[in-house]
C-alpha cells in the first residue's frame, strides 16, 4: 500500500487518481462548508438561525463526506439513494441560506462556494468513475475514512435502539483500528510490520461503510438487521485478532504503543465474549458436524467461560493483560480454522490440514488452564 497522503491537487494521468483527487477536493469543500456552518452557530453576529435545519444539514453533509469515500455501486439502489440525499442536502440549503431573507452567503463570501459545493456532489455521484472499485487507500486516507464512519456510527443506535450493545462493539474495532492506523502514520509502528494486513484494513473499513449506507437508508426490520449486525461482526473482529496479534508480537516498547496495546485489550474481553457468540452460531449455520467443528466448539465453550465468568479480581491486575494476551491468540487460532472450514466445505484448501491444526486445539485449552492457575 502506497504511504503518505497525495499532495494536494496533484493529478496524474489515469482516470483512477483523478477520481481520488476530486473525491478528496470534494470532501475538503464539505469540510469547509461544515466549519462555516458551525462558525455561523457560534457566531456573535445576531443571526436568526433554525438549529433544527442546521442540524440536520451538517448530518446530510457527513453522510456525502463519508459515503462518497466509498465504491458502494455494488449496493442496490446506491446512485438513487445519494442523488435523493443530495438533493436534500440542496433543499436544506435553500432552507438555511436562502430563505431567512438575511443573504448569509453573500454576507460571508460564501456565495460562489456552496454552490459549487452542491455541483459537485451531484457531479461526482453520476461520475462513471465514481462506480468503479475503491483503489487502494493509503493509511491517512484509511485514517480520515474511519473517522467519517465513527459519526455516522453514532447516529445507529436512532434506527434500533435495542441493538445499541452491537454498534458498540462495531464503534470500537473502528475506534481501535484507527488509532493503530495513526500509530505507524506518526512513526510509531515501522510500515513493514503492517504491510501485510492494510488491505484488510480498507475491506474492513468498507464493509461497514456499506452496512451502515444501507442501515441509513433502508427500513430494515429487526431480524434482518440482526441478521446483517452478526454478518458484520463475524467478519471484522478477526482485523482486530490479527492487530492484537502484531502488538503482542512485533511492537516496539514505545509508550504509545504500551498505551494503545492496554487499551486494546482492556476492551478486548466485551469484544471478543460478542465475536465468540456469533462465530459459533456462524459455524452451526455454514458448517456441517465433524471432529474439527466440535473441537473448535469446545475451546469457543471454554474461552466464553473465561470471558464471562472470570471476575477479574481473581486475578492480579499486572497479570490480566497477560492472560487476555493469550486469549486473544487462542480466539485468533480457531478464527483461523472456522475459515479454513468454510474452505475446506468448498474444496479450497487441504482436509487433511485443517484436521490436524484442530486436533491440536484440546493441547491448547490445557495449557490456557495451567495460565489461569499460575494467573489466579
Known sequence: MERGKQNEGETDKGEGNNSLVSSYVLRKDIFNLLDFIERLKNGRDQIVLDMYQIEKLKLELTFMSTFLQLSCSNLDGFNAKMSRKAQQVDDLVQSVFYESGDNLLVKYDKDHVVPRVLENIKSCISSPLHSKSSATMTEEQLVELLESLLVNLCDLPKHCAELKT????????????????????????????????????????????????????????????????????????????????????????????????????????????????????????????????????????????????????????????????????????VSFLVCNLEKKSRGEVNASETNCCSLHLPESIELLKEDLKMFS
Open 166 to 333: 452491537q454498534y458498540e462493539i462495531i464503534q470500537n474495532v473502528c475506534d481501535n483500528i484507527r488509532d493503530f492506523l495513526r500509530l505507524e502514520v506518526n512513526g510509531c509502528i515501522e510500515h513493514e510490520t503492517i504491510e501485510y494486513v492494510l488491505p484488510r484494513f480498507q475491506l474492513m473499513a468498507e464493509r461497514v461503510g456499506h452496512f451502515c449506507f444501507v442501515l441509513l437508508t433502508d427500513q430494515l426490520g429487526v431480524p434482518q438487521l440482526n441478521f446483517k449486525l452478526a454478518d458484520l461482526l463475524v467478519k471484522i473482529i478477526p482485523v482486530e485478532l490479527e492487530v492484537m496479534h502484531i502488538c503482542s508480537t512485533n511492537l516496539t516498547t514505545s509508550k504509545s504503543t504500551q498505551v494503545f496495546f492496554k487499551k486494546l485489550l482492556g476492551a478486548s474481553p466485551y469484544i471478543l465474549r460478542e465475536y465468540l457468540i456469533h462465530l459459533q452460531a456462524h459455524m452451526v449455520a455454514v458448517l456441517t458436524a465433524s471432529t474439527s467443528a466440535r473441537n473448535i466448539h469446545v475451546v469457543i465453550e471454554f474461552l466464553l467461560i473465561i470471558l464471562t465468568d472470570m471476575p477479574k479480581d481473581f486475578i492480579h491486575h499486572e497479570k490480566l493483560f497477560d492472560l487476555l494476551t493469550r486469549v486473544g491468540a487462542l480466539t485468533r487460532e
